[in-house]
């Protein structure tokens, strides 16, 4: 079936960036007397920024709790070092701009703020390129669930049976394929990494296109 549209993720894939996200919820939550270990904090990965707000609160309550504000801090630590440091995956540019000299459609479908995702769009250069762009902070659930990757396809115009996905998680690429896409996993030249949701991968933006993308 021929495909017309190409949706990326964002985190771990346009740019190297679960460290930030790490980094700032250790900042924050610390300041609240938030125990932040390296176990939890691998709960928190691909949570939305609401879920990962009350992923600690339940679990270390303290007074005050204002959700919107920890959530605002949140993403303004990481937009700040998104912004600050070296964290493009190498490559993926000139990929979006060849995808569009293809004549493919491309989206972004993330759970980070809509906010964080146009930051990291100026950061690349590559707004511009994109045709819809879409956080799940506008559903009422995050990836793994299918609504940010439906309501992509919807805004592209595209059914999702015409759509692929690239993806660096397993509940990325299992959202993707509950809204009835392919899939291909970047794997950001970690050979071991492989996930049965995935149709295809992609060691390296620098390598070209698989052959699903080559008409």
């Known amino acids: 079936m021929a495909l017309k549209a190409v949706i990326f993720d964002m985190d771990g ?3 190297d960036s679960e460290k930030f ?25 691909y949570m939305t920024t609401q879920q990962v707000t009350e992923f600690w609160y339940e679990r270390f309550p303290w007074e005050n709790f204002d959700s919107s504000d920890l959530e605002n ?6 937009i700040e070092m998104i912004q600050n440091q070296d964290c493009t995956m ?5 990929f979006i701009k060849n995808l569009k000299n293809n004549e493919y459609k491309i989206g972004l479908a993330t759970n980070a703020p809509l906010r964080v995702a146009h930051v ?15 956080s799940s902070e506008f559903e009422t659930q995050g990836k793994p669930h299918p609504a940010v990757y439906l309501t992509s396809a919807k805004n592209l115009g595209v059914s999702p049976e015409h759509c692929i996905a690239i993806e660096d ?15 291909i996993i970047f ?9 049965n949701l995935a149709d295809f991968k992609i060691l390296d933006f620098n390598e070209g296109f698989p052959a699903v993308l080559v008409e």
């Open 90 to 94: 190498s490559g993926v540019q000139e």
């Open 73 to 78: 801090k949140v993403v303004t630590r990481v």
């Open 169 to 183: 998680s397993h509940s990325g690429l299992k959202a993707a394929k509950a809204a009835g896409m392919q899939t």
């Open 13 to 15: 894939v346009l740019i």
């Open 120 to 134: 990291v769009l100026d950061k690349l250069q590559v707004r511009h390129l994109f045709d819809a762009v879409h």
């Open 21 to 45: 996200w790490t980094q700032a919820e250790l900042d924050v939550f610390s300041s609240y007397g938030v125990q932040v270990t390296d176990e939890l904090a691998a709960q928190t990965r």
């Open 187 to 195: 794997t950001n030249s970690d050979e071991s990494m492989h996930s």
